[in-house]
């Protein structure tokens, strides 16, 4: 992988801010080398890294995003792993913290803690930026003595899964932006272009093709059934999400469809394994109990798929049988992934199993993304060209018709 140039903000020891630029394949492979440094790395940021930054719309920002608890993660655990005091560390935390809400959580958390509440307590109350596996785990490094590592061990995750994300979103920026561009040339096309045609079309005389007529009828009523079709998408969505998040039968067929569909199916169980087997090794490696990691993990993986899968694990080991036994009477787990379980199990090696599952399935959702966009860009190169064509088409097709006319 070549390197890259990043640019970071970083404190030493003493406290002293430091900024500069460093050489590194990722930003994250950054963070690591200005750790190794003794230095504790606050931002870092590649070149261009402005085009990369999330689009936020107003009143839309308030929950912390996976990008968010990476940073304030590996922030966190470079101080405290220096030797800095948590009411230190979460004082530099909020002071570089630039999202008001986030930042104003942290001021929180920080006052709760110098009130003699444990840290996993302050952030357990607010669930809108600091989920309950990294509390849960927080909690389990309080109890076992163990704070730093766990903080560690939460940065690395969810860099992972950050990580993992935002392959997966540039891959897709392509066909995204081919299809917004398809969506509004087209409406450019009806809401500028047919009108000068059908002005033409008047002059000439004659029946319109039925083509050409739906033109010229999208055209006349465009102004108010792009708004209301706008409109209605809008409505629909926020129904449908609030459906998802209210109804637990319409959310688990809604899931169970997602991992069916036709070429998508297949990258979404794999991205769903991935983030299971994540989760579940992160929590057994910090000394959670297997009851409720799994608890914890089916609450967390996003699916409600592996949410009842994980149900029924959990009954299973709370009367004494092992996790791999019960996981393999759910089609969503792969054989595979039952079998090193299993060896995990045998071995006393769980974590380390769920660990290289987590690793194989970030590898295979990588590479189905890329197989995926590369197979895609033809095919909407295509569809563009078949929408122009067929515009053009339509707005010549009474041309056509007279040409023949006079022909005759």
Known sequence: MPTKTFSYEAMDRSGTMLKGKIESETAEAAAQSLTAQKLIPLSVEGAGSGLNKDLKLPGFGGRTSLKDLAVFSRQFASMTSSGLTLLRALNILEEQTTKPKLKDAITHVKNDVQGGITLSKAMAAHPDHFPPLMVNMIRAGETGGFLDDALTRIANMYESDANLRSKIKGAMTYPVIVLIFSLLLGTGVIIFIVPVFEKMFKGLGGKLP????????????????????????????????????????????????????????????????????????????????????????????????????????????????????????????????????????????????????????????????????SAMEPLLVVLLGAVIGTMVVCLYMPMFSIYGHIGS
Request: negative net charge.
């Open 210 to 373: 039925l083509p050409t007529q739906i033109m010229v009828d999208l055209s006349h009523n465009m102004y108010w059934a792009g708004p209301l079709l706008l409109a209605g998408t809008t409505i629909g969505l926020r129904l449908y999400r609030r459906a998802v998040r209210d109804n637990y039968a319409f959310r688990l067929r809604m899931d169970r469809l997602k991992l069916r569909l036709p070429v998508f199916g297949s990258l979404f169980t794999k991205l769903a394994i991935s983030r299971w087997a994540r989760n579940l090794g992160t929590l057994l490696s910090v000394g959670v109990p297997v009851i409720q990691a799994l608890d914890i993990v089916g609450g967390t993986a996003g699916n409600s798929v592996i949410s009842e899968a994980m149900e029924d694990v959990r009954n299973s080991v709370r009367v004494g049988m092992q996790m791999s036994g019960p996981l393999a009477r759910h089609p969503l787990f792969p054989d595979m992934v039952v079998q090193m379980l299993e060896v995990g199990e045998e071995t006393g090696n769980i974590t380390e199993m769920l660990d290289k599952v987590a690793d194989f399935y970030d590898h295979e959702v990588e590479t189905a993304t890329e197989s995926l966009t």
